[in-house]
C-alpha cells in the first residue's frame, strides 16, 4: 500500500494555470500506474492522465496538449501541470496508484476555474 497527499488545487481564472502535486508515502519507482481523476458535481469519476511504469502516458481527450503528468521517483512525487484552464475542468482531482496488490487514493484537492 501506499498513501497519498495531493496539494496544489485552489481558484483560477479561465486560462490560467495550476500544478497539483501528489506526495507519497514511499517509494513510487516501481510502482505500475500513477495517474490523476477528476470528479466534478454530479457526474462520475474520470481518469484525467496516467503515467504508466517504463514511461508511456496517456490522456483524456479533452486535457490533451494542456495538461502534463510526471513522476519523480527520488522525491515521491507525482505532478499534473494543467494549462489553458477552462471552466469545464473545475472539480476535485485525485491521485491514484495502482500496483499488482493495491489501488490507493489520495483526499483529492478542489479545482475551480472561473469563466
Known amino acids: 500500500q501506499v498513501q497519498l497527499v495531493e496539494t496544489g488545487g485552489g481558484l483560477v481564472q479561465a486560462g490560467g494555470s495550476l500544478r497539483l502535486s501528489c506526495a507519497a508515502s514511499r517509494n513510487i519507482f516501481s510502482i505500475n500506474s500513477m495517474g490523476w481523476y477528476r470528479q466534478a458535481p454530479g457526474k462520475q469519476r474520470e481518469l484525467v492522465a496516467v503515467?504508466?511504469?517504463?514511461?508511456?502516458?496517456d490522456y483524456v481527450d479533452s486535457v490533451k496538449g494542456r495538461f502534463t503528468i510526471s513522476r519523480d521517483s527520488a522525491k515521491n512525487m507525482l505532478y499534473l501541470q494543467m494549462n489553458s484552464l477552462k471552466p469545464g475542468d473545475t472539480a476535485v482531482y485525485y491521485c491514484?496508484?495502482?500496483?499488482?496488490?493495491?489501488?490507493?487514493w489520495g483526499q483529492g484537492t478542489q479545482v475551480t476555474v472561473s469563466s
Open positions: 503515467d504508466n511504469i517504463g514511461g508511456s502516458t
Open positions: 491514484n496508484a495502482v500496483d499488482r496488490y493495491f489501488s490507493s
